[in-house]
């Protein structure tokens, strides 16, 4: 591997690493309320009051009402919906995207149990939380299918002798549900005619410490996506709950969505039309905590609430723009999107993400070999006439236009172009960091198997543990395989060049596989396998070009 190739790595490796905050810096969470709908900004001021008294009301209690859960067959999950607040999502068990050691995958546990909570302020100002058991309306515990393809339940409660309703509609083989709240006939108790749909407790973490580094909030207003972090590590740092700090953001005026994320799971409100979004990040016993509190006025009723897997299809069914995250950065939505299409297409004709992974690798090297051949033979004819170049600079060392000069014409004489190398390199990062951020982030890998002892190509290819630490293969592999590409770069170099250069190489030709070592060691496998594969074929085409005759 030549000096501009692992200039270029090193660039990636820092653009990785420093491009979300300096999004953040470029690009801060609040946005300058000129560019933003308008709306009532008073709800901020009485939703925000600490000294604000809060009311539990709901149906009498001589109603005698009591606890009923009604089941949901979904097809691509089973849920339980309690009475509890109106229809709290009790459990929400998947089918799909499991490992081998899961029967099902949960998205609620006990500390988000109480969910898709109504309240409102009264005439008093104080905060009625309809928190309670309601009454059972209608509909019933079902299984949906082909042939029935959607079902609702009704839930009702009362405040001040009058009705409050909330309608759950399930679709099949669909994340989505509508939730559908009417305080129309409470409308003169309330003191601004607006009411609070809440999600309380965020999701449960099931990705050990790559969860810490996915872990936000995310609010989309006017199609530009805001990230609110949560997790509390960076690329090398497990998840900490104590060290989540106890924060809230606050979106004034219409959103398109919002809601919160771990890994490869996400629950999302997109509301009718929202008055003001809050997001709130606590630390608990177990998890962080994350709080999603939706505004909006008491004639609009329809809300739709996500709850499932970050998958790319059931994502985009929502048409509000989040699957523009789910697969890396925004601004390289497009490639990435091309890259996840060519990924699923391949999966359709061999259904093995394994050898998908390794297809990717060989067309990716197919598409970029002229590329980087071209890279290459520029390298090694500037390796080449290297000695050459260190003559002209130490004889013409105190005359530097001089020897530019004499640089230039040694150039020219062998048809050389110093910036040949850096072009090709330049056009391929796009691709390859969009190759980076799908194969890290992409769900489809979970639970997916390979060969030998890679039984999960969206976690690390442990073979064992030693003392407590897990002994990850494909990274020493990935690594092993970067050093000797370095090497056979630098095997074809003369003597006779600049020692300091050199001696830097050399350096280099350790340093940077150690560094990607230990950058990639807990990354996914799927991942790993990638960049071995892509760095054999590496090894393969500069033995090709060493060989061939100047």
């Known amino acids: 591997m030549d ?96 490992k081998s050691s899961e029967e099902s995958l949960g998205l609620i546990d006990n500390q988000n149990k109480k969910n898709l909570v109504v309240s409102f302020i009264n005439q008093s100002g104080e905060v009625v939380v309809l928190d309670e058991l309601w009454s059972i309306v209608s509909g019933g515990s079902v299984v949906l299918s082909e042939e029935n393809r959607s079902s609702s339940m009704v839930f009702e409660t009362a405040y001040m002798g009058q009705p409050v309703t909330k309608k759950l509609t399930f679709y099949y083989n669909s994340y989505e549900v509508d939730v559908d709240v009417s305080l129309r006939e409470i409308k003169e108790s309330s003191l601004d005619e607006k009411y609070i749909l809440s999600w309380v407790g965020g999701l449960p973490e099931h990705e050990g410490s790559q969860d810490a580094m996915f872990m936000e909030g995310l609010v989309s207003q006017v199609g530009s996506i805001e990230s609110f972090r949560v997790g509390s590590a960076g690329f090398f740092g497990p998840s900490n709950t104590k ?32 008055d003001m979004v809050e997001l709130y990040k606590y630390p608990s016993f177990s998890r962080a905590g994350v709080d999603i509190n939706i505004t909006q006025d008491i004639n609009l009723e329809k809300n739709k609430l996500y709850l499932g897997p970050l998958d790319y299809t059931s994502v985009e069914a929502l048409g509000v723009g989040l699957e523009e995250k789910i697969l890396g950065w925004q601004w390289l939505s497009s490639v990435s999107w091309l890259v996840y299409s060519i990924m699923i297409l391949l999966y359709g004709l061999i259904p093995n993400y394994g050898v998908v992974v390794v297809l990717f690798a060989v067309l990716i090297k197919l598409v970029t070999y002229p590329l980087m051949a071209k890279q290459l033979r520029s390298s090694k004819k500037m390796q080449e006439i290297s000695p050459i170049m260190n003559n002209i600079k130490i004889k013409y060392k105190n005359n530097p236009t001089l020897q530019q000069q004499k640089m230039a014409a040694l150039f020219q004489e062998h048809k050389i172009n110093p910036l040949a190398g850096c072009l090709p390199l330049l056009i391929q990062m796009p691709v390859l960091m969009s190759v980076f951020m799908v194969f890290r982030n992409t769900i489809e890998f979970r639970g997916e198997s390979f060969v030998f002892w890679i039984n999960d190509l969206s976690a690390a290819d442990t073979l064992f543990s030693l003392g407590g630490i897990p002994i990850n293969i494909l990274p020493f592999l990935m690594s092993a395989s970067m050093y000797y590409t370095m090497k056979l770069s630098s095997a074809s170099q003369p003597a006779g060049g600049d020692p300091a250069q050199e001696a830097t190489q050399q350096m280099m030709k350790y340093m940077f596989p150690g560094m990607m070592f230990f950058l990639f060691y807990s990354f996914p496998s799927g991942l790993n396998l990638y960049y071995l594969c892509f760095n054999i074929m590496q090894i393969a085409q500069q033995k090709i070009i060493n060989n061939e005759k100047s």
């Open 3 to 98: 000096r501009k190739t692992l200039t270029g790595f090193i660039l990636i490796g820092a653009i990785l690493l420093l491009w979300p905050s300096y999004l953040e810096l470029i690009s801060p969470s609040e946005k300058d309320p000129k560019d933003l709908p308008s709306a009532d900004t008073t709800v901020v001021e009485k939703y925000s009051k600490q000294d604000q008294k809060v009311l539990k009301k709901t149906g009498a209690p001589e109603n005698n009402i009591e606890s009923e859960t009604l089941v949901v067959d979904g097809g691509s999950y089973v849920a339980q919906i309690n009475n509890l607040a109106g229809g709290s999502i009790f459990s929400f068990n998947l089918k799909k995207h499991l």
């Open 243 to 274: 060290s989540i700090s106890e924060e809230t953001k606050k979106y004034v005026g219409l959103v398109d969505f919002a809601g919160y994320r771990t890994k490869y799971f996400g629950v999302f409100f997109v509301p009718q039309k929202s």
